[in-house]
RNA sequence: GCCGAAGUGGCGGAACUGGCAGACGCGCCGGACUCAAAAUCCGGUGGGGCUCACCCCCCGUGUGGGUUCGAUUCCCACCUUCGGCACCA
C-alpha cells in the first residue's frame, strides 16, 4: 500500500475538476420557467485581496465549499462563484510604499489568492469569476449612482462629516468606531465639507420592517442593524422666538413632559444661532463657545462623562403648550445630526438636561410623579431636592389639563392637540444617517459627475460610461484624491451645453462595490447591462451567504440598501439580497484574536504544505462549532492528518482484500456485520442533519471518526467473511462519500481506487430507516434521580415491561430496600426512576 | 451605563426537544510491533474516597438560590470574559 501524500493527490484532482468543468454552472436557457426550487446560490463574503489569504479566510471558503458540495450532492444546482473586492486602501498606500501601480499590485495580489483558492480544491465556477477594479464592473457601478443621482438618492452637500486624518478623507459614519477610523484606529476629526451622499435613511423603515424576511438570520445580527438604525417615536414640537417671529422645531420621544421645559438648547452648529444672538449682548460669548465646540475633536465630545457646558443666548422660546417663555441656550451635548439640532430641555425627566439645569440654576419641575426602582416616590414639588433625573413612567402632574392621567397617553393627547393648533405633530426620528460614499482616495470608482460653469451638476450621461480612473505618478492623499492633479481628467466638457467643465475627481466608498457584486456574478460578462433580471431574478436571492460578524452592519445593510433601490428600479423582484446569513466566529491563537497586528497569525500556506489541503480543511471545521470564536491548537491540525491517514489505510485495505461484486448492503446474518452496518446508517442520518441542518459540521465529523473507530475494532474479523467484506465495501464507500465535503481530494482518490469514476457526480447517501433503529437498548434505572444501573432491554418493551425490569435490578434495589416507594417515573427509550423515601 | 453572546477535564470541544455529563480530537500514561526509534495498532485517562478484586460510594458543568421524580439544559440574582452601541433628546 503506498503512503497518503496529499501533495500528489491534491494537485490532480484539481486539476481534472478543472478539466471536466465540475463546478460550472450554465444559467437556465428560460429563467423564467426553471424551477427556483432546485437552484442554491451559495456564497462567501468576497476577499479583499491583500497579500493572501488568511486562516479566517481559510474557515469562511471552506465553510462555503461544504454547503455547495453537500448541496451539490444532494441533487441541487448549485450556484457558487467569487470574486475580489479589489478596490480600497491598502493596496493604494502599499502603492505609495512600494512604487509600484495600485492596479499591477491588486492583479497579482488576485492571482495569488485565486491560487490559493484553487490549492484549497473550492469547488467555484470560476467563468464569473469577478474582480470590482475592473472598468467592466465598475462602470455599472457607476451606472447604479447615477440612477440613484436620478431618484433624488444620491446628492451632495456641506456637512459636518468625519475626517481621517492619517487616510486623508472623509468616512461614513459606519466606519467611525468609538470615535476612530476603523481602518488605521487615527482619531476621527470634525470638518464642514461638501460631500456625496446615499439617502439611505430613506429607506430606514423598509429596512427595519423586512427583517420579518429575514427569519434565517442571526438574532445578533439583526439586533445591531436594529441598534443601529435606531427608531424613536415621539413628536416634533415647534417652539417660538417672539421677538425674532422664528419658529424652531424640536423632536421629542417625551411629548408627556412638554409641560416640564424650563429651557431650551440648540446644538453649536444650528444655523440659527447667528440670527439669535446678532445685536444681543451674549454674542461674543456665543460666537466664542461655538468656535471652542468646532475645535473639539468628535472623540472628545462624544464622552458621556464629560460636565455640561453651554452659553445663555439672550434669547427666549415660547413653550406651545403653557405659553411660557423658556431660556435658549448653545450647548454642545445637542447634537447637529439627530432630530432638528435642536431640543427642548425637561432637566425632571432627563439626566442630561438635568446636570445642565443645576449647572445653570435652573427649574427643575416635576411633572410626572411616579415610583422609582428603589422603591422612593417623586412627587410634584420634588424638583430642588431630587439628587437625579426621574425617567420612569407615571402620572401627569404640573401639566393643566393633563394632571391625574397617565403618561403615556397623556404624551399622545399633547401630541394630538398640538397638532390640531398646528404647533407639532407625532414624528419618527432615527439614528441612521445617510451614507457618505464620496472618498478623497485614489483606488476607487470615480464618481460620475461633471460641473459645469453655466449648467451646474451635471451626470455624465450612461453611454459614456465607465468614467476610467487615470493612471497618476504620485498616489500620497492631500486632502483630495490624486486624480484632481491629473488635468487630463479633470478638464473635460459639459455633455449638456458642450462648454468646458470639470470632472469630480472624489471617487466612490468601496462599500458601493461590494454592494452589488453578488446580481453581477449571475450575468458577469454582460457588456449590455449590469446585469439580465430574468437571469438575476432565477438564481437570487442568494439562499446561503457566509461571512464574518464584522460585516453585520456595514457591509449587510448597505447591500440590503442597494437591492431595495434596485426592486425600486424594477430590476429585481426580490427585496433582501440574502435569505440565510451565517456568521462565523473568529479564530483565537495564544489568547488573542489571530491578526497581522497582533503578530500572531498562522499562515495557511505552510499547513497546505505540510499536511495538505485536505486537513486543513477538516481541522479547521474540526475545531469548534462555526459560529463561536475558536481557539487556534498546533498540535490539533495533525490529529486531522492522522485521521486522514486512518481513512486511507482503511479504505487502501478493503480495496486490496474485497471485490467490487463484493459489496452488498444487507448483513442477515446479524452480529458484528450488522452492528456496523447499523452504526453506519445511524452515521449517515447524523452527518446529514449535521451538515445539511444544523451546520455543525466539527460534531459531523466526529461521527464520521467514530465510525471509522468502530470499523478498526471490527475490520479484521469481518474480512474474514463474504458477509464481513460486504458490510466493509458498504462502509468504505459510504465514508467517502460523507467525508467529501470536508476533504475532497482524498475522498475522490479513494473513491476512485474504490472503483468508480467521479465522486462528485455521485449522490449522497442515504440512511436505511430498517437500521437506524436497534433492536435493544440500555435502559438507565434511577433511584431518586441518581445512576444505578444500565440494563439492556428490547426495543419494543412497553412501560410494565421497563419498570418490572427495572424493580428487578439488583445494584437499584440495593437502594430502595427498607423504603417506601412513592412514585416511578417511566420513560420509554430512556429511563425508569424509582422515587423513595 | 444599555443591548447581545459565552463560562463544562491539563487543552479544543460534545450532550439534537429537561433524562447515562465529558462524545470526538489534542496532550499524557501503559502495552503490542521493532535490535532501537519513528510511524502504526490496542488499552487507560474529571476529582476524591474505599475491605482501590476496574466492585462500590461521594463530589462535580462560573457563584448563590428556585422549579422538577430528574437541571450543563428552564427561572431569579450575582461574578467573569468577549462583541456591539454609547450625551441619539
Given amino acids: 500500500m503506498d503512503k497518503y501524500s496529499p501533495k500528489d493527490i491534491e494537485a490532480r484532482w484539481q486539476g481534472i475538476w478543472a478539466e471536466k468543468k465540475a463546478f460550472e454552472v450554465p444559467d437556465p436557457d428560460d429563467p423564467a420557467s426553471a424551477d427556483p426550487s432546485r437552484k442554491s446560490y451559495v456564497l462567501e463574503m468576497l476577499p479583499y485581496p491583500s497579500g493572501s489569504l488568511h486562516m479566517g479566510h481559510v474557515k469562511n471558503y471552506t465553510m462555503g465549499d461544504v454547503i455547495a458540495r453537500f448541496r451539490s450532492r444532494n441533487g441541487l444546482s448549485v450556484f457558487h462563484p467569487m470574486g475580489y473586492d479589489a478596490f480600497g486602501l491598502p493596496a493604494e498606500n502599499a502603492a505609495i510604499k512600494t512604487g509600484l501601480k495600485p492596479a499591477e499590485l491588486t492583479r497579482r495580489n488576485t492571482e495569488n489568492i485565486e491560487k490559493q483558492l484553487r490549492a484549497l480544491g473550492v469547488s467555484i465556477d470560476w467563468t464569473r469569476e469577478l474582480?470590482?477594479?475592473?472598468?467592466?464592473?465598475?462602470?455599472?457601478?457607476?451606472?447604479?449612482?447615477?440612477?440613484?443621482?436620478?431618484?433624488?438618492?444620491?446628492?451632495?452637500?456641506?456637512?459636518?462629516?468625519?475626517?481621517?486624518?492619517?487616510?486623508?478623507?472623509?468616512?461614513?459614519?459606519?466606519?467611525?468606531?468609538?470615535?476612530?477610523?476603523?481602518?488605521?484606529?487615527?482619531?476621527?476629526?470634525?470638518?464642514?465639507?461638501?460631500?456625496?451622499?446615499?439617502?439611505?435613511?430613506?429607506?430606514?423603515?423598509?429596512?427595519?420592517?423586512?427583517?420579518?424576511?429575514?427569519?434565517?438570520?442571526?438574532?445578533?445580527?439583526?439586533?445591531?442593524?436594529?441598534?443601529?438604525?435606531?427608531?424613536?417615536?415621539?413628536?416634533?414640537?415647534?417652539?417660538?422666538?417672539?421677538?425674532?417671529?422664528?419658529?424652531?422645531?424640536?423632536?421629542?420621544?417625551?411629548?408627556?413632559?412638554?409641560?416640564?421645559?424650563?429651557?431650551?438648547?440648540?446644538?453649536?452648529?444650528?444655523?440659527?444661532?447667528?440670527?439669535?444672538?446678532?445685536?444681543?449682548?451674549?454674542?461674543?460669548?456665543?460666537?466664542?463657545?461655538?468656535?471652542?465646540?468646532?475645535?473639539?475633536?468628535?472623540?472628545?465630545?462624544?464622552?458621556?462623562?464629560?460636565?455640561?457646558?453651554?452659553?445663555?443666548?439672550?434669547?427666549?422660546?415660547?413653550?406651545?403648550?403653557?405659553?411660557?417663555?423658556?431660556?435658549?441656550?448653545?450647548?454642545?451635548?445637542?447634537?447637529?445630526?439627530?432630530?432638528?439640532?435642536?431640543?427642548?430641555?425637561?432637566?425632571?425627566?432627563?439626566?442630561?438636561?438635568?446636570?445642565?439645569?443645576?449647572?445653570?440654576?435652573?427649574?427643575?419641575?416635576?411633572?410626572?410623579?411616579?415610583?422609582?426602582?428603589?422603591?422612593?416616590?417623586?412627587?410634584?414639588?420634588?424638583?430642588?431636592?431630587?439628587?437625579?433625573?426621574?425617567?420612569?413612567?407615571?402620572?401627569?402632574?404640573?401639566?393643566?389639563?393633563?394632571?391625574?392621567?397617565?403618561?403615556?397617553?397623556?404624551?399622545?393627547?399633547?401630541?394630538?392637540?398640538?397638532?390640531?393648533?398646528?404647533?407639532?405633530?407625532?414624528?419618527?426620528?432615527?439614528?441612521?444617517?445617510?451614507?457618505?460614499?464620496?472618498?478623497?482616495?485614489?483606488?476607487?470608482?470615480?464618481?460620475?459627475?461633471?460641473?459645469?460653469?453655466?449648467?451646474?451638476?451635471?451626470?455624465?450621461?450612461?453611454?459614456?460610461?465607465?468614467?476610467?480612473?487615470?493612471?497618476?505618478?504620485?498616489?500620497?492623499?492631500?486632502?483630495?484624491?490624486?486624480?484632481?492633479?491629473?488635468?487630463?481628467?479633470?478638464?473635460?466638457?459639459?455633455?449638456?451645453?458642450?462648454?468646458?467643465?470639470?470632472?469630480?475627481?472624489?471617487?466612490?466608498?468601496?462599500?458601493?462595490?461590494?454592494?452589488?457584486?453578488?446580481?453581477?456574478?449571475?450575468?458577469?460578462?454582460?457588456?449590455?447591462?449590469?446585469?439580465?433580471?430574468?437571469?438575476?431574478?432565477?438564481?437570487?436571492?442568494?439562499?446561503?451567504?457566509?461571512?464574518?460578524?464584522?460585516?453585520?452592519?456595514?457591509h449587510l445593510m448597505y447591500a440590503r440598501f442597494f437591492t431595495k433601490v434596485l426592486y425600486d428600479l424594477g430590476m429585481v423582484d426580490f427585496q433582501e439580497p440574502f435569505t440565510n446569513l451565517f456568521t462565523q466566529g473568529m479564530i483565537h491563537y495564544r489568547g488573542a484574536k489571530m491578526s497581522k497586528s497582533k503578530g500572531n497569525v498562522v499562515n495557511p500556506d505552510e499547513h497546505v504544505e505540510r499536511y495538505g489541503a485536505d486537513t486543513l480543511r477538516l481541522y479547521i471545521l474540526f475545531m469548534g462549532p462555526p459560529e463561536l470564536d475558536v481557539e487556534w491548537q498546533d498540535q490539533g491540525i495533525e490529529g486531522g492528518f492522522r485521521f486522514l491517514g486512518r481513512v486511507w489505510r482503511l479504505v487502501n485495505e478493503v480495496v486490496e482484500k474485497t471485490e467490487p461484486r463484493e459489496y452488498i448492503e444487507y448483513a442477515n446474518g446479524g452480529g458484528k456485520p450488522l452492528e456496523l452496518l447499523r452504526k453506519t446508517h445511524q452515521t449517515i442520518d447524523r452527518v446529514t442533519v449535521d451538515v445539511g441542518e444544523r451546520f455543525r459540521f466539527n460534531t459531523a465529523i466526529s461521527a464520521i471518526m467514530e465510525l471509522v473507530n468502530d470499523v478498526y475494532l471490527a475490520k479484521d474479523e469481518l474480512f474474514q467473511s463474504t458477509e464481513g467484506r460486504g458490510v466493509l465495501r458498504f462502509v468504505a464507500e459510504t465514508t467517502v462519500k460523507m467525508l467529501d465535503p470536508f476533504a475532497p481530494h482524498i475522498s475522490s482518490e479513494l473513491w476512485e481506487r474504490l472503483g468508480h469514476e467521479w465522486l462528485w457526480r455521485e449522490p449522497w447517501p442515504e440512511a436505511d430507516e430498517e437500521y437506524l433503529e436497534e433492536e435493544t437498548y440500555e435502559l438507565v434505572v434511577q433511584v431518586n434521580g441518581k445512576l444505578r444501573d444500565r440494563i439492556k432491554v428490547p426495543a419494543d418493551a412497553d412501560k410494565q415491561a421497563l419498570l418490572e425490569a427495572a424493580r428487578a435490578s439488583g445494584k437499584a434495589a440495593r437502594h430502595t430496600e427498607g423504603k417506601q416507594l412513592v412514585k416511578e417515573i417511566v420513560v420509554p427509550g430512556k429511563l425508569v426512576n424509582l422515587v423513595v423515601k
Avoid at 373 to 386: L, N
Avoid at 479 to 497: K, L, M, R
Fill in 131 to 554: 474582480a470590482t477594479c475592473d472598468p467592466e464592473y465598475y462602470r455599472w457601478t457607476q451606472y447604479f449612482f447615477l440612477r440613484f443621482y436620478e431618484r433624488g438618492l444620491a446628492y451632495r452637500r456641506q456637512a459636518a462629516v468625519n475626517w481621517c486624518p492619517s487616510c486623508q478623507t472623509v468616512l461614513a459614519n459606519e466606519q467611525v468606531v468609538q470615535g476612530a477610523c476603523e481602518r488605521c484606529s487615527s482619531e476621527v476629526e470634525n470638518r464642514s465639507l461638501a460631500q456625496w451622499f446615499f439617502r439611505i435613511t430613506a429607506y430606514a423603515e423598509r429596512l427595519l420592517e423586512d427583517f420579518r424576511l429575514l427569519d434565517q438570520w442571526p438574532e445578533r445580527v439583526i439586533t445591531m442593524q436594529r441598534n443601529w438604525i435606531g427608531r424613536s417615536e415621539g413628536a416634533e414640537v415647534l417652539f417660538r422666538v417672539d421677538e425674532l417671529e422664528l419658529d424652531i422645531p424640536v423632536f421629542t420621544t417625551r411629548p408627556d413632559t412638554l409641560f416640564g421645559a424650563t429651557f431650551f438648547l440648540l446644538a453649536p452648529e444650528h444655523e440659527l444661532v447667528e440670527q439669535l444672538i446678532e445685536g444681543t449682548d451674549e454674542a461674543a460669548a456665543v460666537r466664542e463657545y461655538v468656535a471652542q465646540a468646532r475645535a473639539k475633536p468628535a472623540t472628545d465630545r462624544a464622552a458621556v462623562d464629560r460636565e455640561k457646558t453651554g452659553e445663555f443666548t439672550g434669547r427666549y422660546a415660547v413653550n406651545p403648550v403653557n405659553g411660557e417663555r423658556i431660556p435658549i441656550y448653545v450647548s454642545d451635548y445637542v447634537l447637529m445630526e439627530y432630530g432638528t439640532g435642536a431640543i427642548m430641555a425637561v432637566p425632571a425627566h432627563d439626566q442630561r438636561d438635568f446636570e445642565f439645569a443645576r449647572r445653570f440654576g435652573i427649574e427643575v419641575r416635576v411633572v410626572v410623579s411616579g415610583e422609582r426602582e428603589d422603591g422612593t416616590v417623586v412627587r410634584a414639588g420634588d424638583g430642588d431636592t431630587m439628587a437625579e433625573a426621574f425617567e420612569a413612567e407615571g402620572t401627569m402632574v404640573n401639566s393643566g389639563e393633563f394632571d391625574g392621567r397617565d403618561n403615556r397617553e397623556a404624551g399622545a393627547a399633547i401630541t394630538a392637540s398640538l397638532e390640531a393648533k398646528g404647533l407639532g405633530k407625532a414624528d419618527v426620528s432615527y439614528r441612521l444617517r445617510d451614507w457618505l460614499v464620496s472618498r478623497q482616495r485614489y483606488w476607487g470608482a470615480p464618481i460620475p459627475i461633471i460641473y459645469c460653469d453655466k449648467c451646474g451638476t451635471v451626470p455624465v450621461p450612461e453611454e459614456r460610461l465607465p468614467v476610467l480612473l487615470p493612471e497618476v505618478d504620485d498616489y500620497a492623499p492631500r486632502g483630495q484624491s490624486p486624480i484632481a492633479s491629473n488635468e487630463e481628467f479633470v478638464n473635460t466638457d459639459c455633455p449638456h451645453c458642450g462648454g468646458p467643465a470639470r470632472r469630480e475627481t472624489d471617487t466612490m466608498d468601496t462599500f458601493v462595490d461590494s454592494s452589488w457584486y453578488f446580481l453581477r456574478y449571475t450575468d458577469p460578462h454582460n457588456d449590455e447591462q449590469a446585469f439580465d433580471s430574468a437571469v438575476a431574478n432565477y438564481w437570487m436571492p442568494v439562499d446561503q451567504y457566509i461571512g464574518g460578524v464584522e460585516h453585520a452592519i456595514l
